[in-house]
């Protein structure tokens, strides 16, 4: 990744002598989008009531998908059936919801698989994550089966959480190093990086990933938790999953700046723009980031356009969005677009094993929807486990060794370890 910055020396002014200490510092932002699209939202005002409308060129050509510097035939095949999985997942959730066996509310990432699946898919089986509710497809990436989720948002006795929450609250810090997703936007940041730090303390550098959407980066705990990786030069890869909406507030009253990628600059870290419909952008992203990140250079902000084609839970219809907005996108649906890649330009998968493979997805999710419907609810005593600490359920075990220790030469002296006295 080019970097971001570049400082000029301090010239001497035109009598020959040199000027107080100052600097002109050029930034720069890549974008690596083959496509910037030409249009704003406004409000219009009518009364006491408003509408959003919107203008621009609606009707540009799609983009073909960009070649990856990385990905084999058969990366590219499987990031593909994961957002397949993702995307079929989540249609099964719906149709859950709507025959009452879903429990609360359920939260999808309808045009975000790409961002999802593809990102996760560039981390090491070493490296952290921590997604978002709309994050669902970087769950199957990472080892965990479609029914968890279903059982999840049902509440069984099956689910990550036997049945304690109605959401995709869970985690698991033994096998896969996921943390668990929080309803507090922007938390998860501070979170990440201390998880960063903590593995440095243990003598490994990590990529630690997590996410959050451009009105949760208004938070001021984005804010805390970019700047201490910065300061602290921690492996934190962000994604900004610029989706246009923050539940029903448009990006266009929701920040000044033309593109959040900018914000970069101001933590003094690497900013990429991408389009988050395009796998291979997002993987490569991904993956020179975190490659960044195991190199101990530190955080990277990747700022993925696209659009939630959804509301902000299944009980928001969305009608504020203007329906041309949700016409231009969908032309620009991940999948439609990486299977066009796929099967017609690169001819990786003929008609049939597309088909094929298409077929296997949905039997899969049918399969694991039947072990989640099937799955009991939780009986009622079983609600007395984990409300208390019991059998050394707060022990956790360093990841990757102790750190280094150094004694002082009085053997009776305390022991010292020269990663709690200087964190860098």
Request: charged share 25%.
């Given at each position: 990744m080019?970097?971001?910055?570049?400082?000029h020396?301090?010239k001497?002014?035109?009598?020959?002598k040199?000027?107080?200490k100052s600097?002109?510092?050029?930034?720069?932002?890549p974008?690596?989008?083959?496509?910037?699209?030409?249009?704003?939202?406004?409000?219009?005002r009518?009364?006491?009531?408003?509408?959003y409308?919107?203008?621009?060129?609606l009707?540009?050509?799609?983009?073909?998908?960009?070649?990856?510097?990385?990905?084999?035939?058969?990366?590219?095949?499987?990031?593909?059936?994961?957002?397949?999985?993702?995307?079929r997942m989540?249609?099964?959730?719906?149709?859950?919801?709507k025959q009452?066996?879903?429990v609360g509310g359920v939260?999808?990432?309808?045009g975000?698989?790409a961002?999802?699946c593809?990102?996760a898919?560039?981390l090491?089986?070493?490296?952290?994550?921590?997604p978002?509710i709309?994050?669902q497809?970087?769950?199957l990436v990472?080892?965990?089966?479609?029914?968890?989720?279903m059982?999840?948002?049902?509440?069984?006795?099956?689910?990550?959480t036997?049945?304690?929450?109605?959401t995709s609250?869970?985690?698991d810090?033994?096998?896969?190093?996921?943390v668990?997703?929080?309803?507090?936007?922007?938390?998860?940041?501070?979170?990440?990086s201390?998880v960063?730090?903590?593995?440095?303390l243990q003598?490994?550098?990590i990529?630690?990933m997590?996410?959050?959407g451009?009105?949760?980066?208004?938070t001021g705990?984005t804010?805390e938790?970019?700047?201490?990786?910065?300061v602290?030069n921690?492996?934190?890869?962000?994604?900004i999953?610029?989706?246009?909406?923050?539940?029903?507030t448009?990006?266009?009253?929701?920040?000044?700046?033309?593109?959040?990628?900018?914000r970069a600059i101001?933590?003094?870290?690497?900013?990429?723009?991408?389009?988050g419909?395009d796998?291979?952008?997002?993987y490569d992203?991904?993956?020179e980031?975190v490659?960044?990140?195991?190199?101990?250079e530190?955080?990277?902000?990747i700022?993925?356009?696209?659009?939630?084609?959804?509301?902000?839970?299944?009980?928001?219809?969305?009608?504020y969005?203007?329906?041309?907005?949700?016409?231009?996108w969908?032309?620009?649906?991940?999948?439609?677009r990486?299977?066009n890649?796929?099967?017609?330009?690169?001819?990786w998968?003929?008609?049939?094993?597309?088909?094929?493979?298409i077929?296997?997805?949905?039997?899969?999710i049918?399969?694991?929807r039947?072990?989640?419907?099937?799955?009991?609810?939780?009986?009622?005593?079983?609600a007395?486990?984990?409300?208390y600490?019991?059998?050394g359920c707060?022990?956790?075990?360093?990841?990757?060794?102790l750190?280094?220790?150094?004694t002082?030469?009085?053997s009776?002296g305390?022991?010292?370890?020269e990663a709690?006295?200087?964190?860098?």
């Open positions: 080019n970097s971001l910055m570049s400082n020396k301090n001497p002014s035109p009598n020959g040199r000027q107080h600097s002109t510092r050029t930034y720069s932002i974008d690596y989008r083959l496509e910037v699209p030409d249009y704003i939202v406004r409000q219009v009518s009364g006491d009531e408003f509408r409308e919107v203008e621009g060129d009707n540009t050509p799609v983009p073909p998908i960009r070649d990856s510097n990385y990905l084999s035939k058969q990366q590219c095949i499987e990031i593909y059936r994961y957002m397949l999985l993702n995307r989540e249609t099964a959730l719906e149709n859950l919801y009452g066996k879903v939260y999808f990432g309808l975000q698989e961002c999802s593809a990102s898919y560039a090491d089986k070493d490296d952290w994550f921590a978002m709309r994050n497809g970087s769950l990472r080892g965990f089966r479609a029914s968890d989720t059982m999840q948002y049902m509440a069984k006795a099956g689910s990550p036997k049945g304690r929450d109605g609250h869970f985690g810090i033994e096998k896969r190093n996921m668990s997703p929080i309803s507090m936007l922007g938390d998860l940041i501070p979170v990440l201390g960063a730090l903590g593995a440095r003598g490994r550098n990529a630690v997590t996410y959050i451009d009105g949760g980066q208004s705990v804010y938790g970019i700047n201490f990786a910065a602290q921690l492996g934190l890869v962000l994604f999953e610029s989706n246009l909406w923050a539940y029903s448009p990006s266009e009253m929701q920040y000044r700046v033309k593109d959040l990628a900018e101001g933590y003094g870290i690497p900013g990429v723009i991408i389009d419909t796998a291979c952008q997002v992203a991904a993956r980031a490659e960044r990140a195991h190199g101990g530190g955080p990277t902000l700022e993925a356009k696209m659009m939630r084609m959804k509301g902000h839970a299944i009980h928001d219809a969305a009608d969005v203007p329906k041309p907005l949700f016409d231009y969908k032309k620009r649906d991940p999948i439609t990486f299977e890649y796929l099967v017609r330009e690169k001819k998968l003929s008609a049939k094993e597309n088909a094929d493979l077929a296997e997805v949905e039997r899969v049918e399969e694991e039947e072990i989640a419907v099937n799955s009991p609810m939780p009986t009622p005593e079983s007395e486990g984990g409300v600490c019991e059998d707060h022990v956790i075990k360093p990841k990757y060794g750190p280094k220790v150094r002082t030469k009085s009776a305390p022991k010292q370890t709690a006295v200087h964190l860098k």
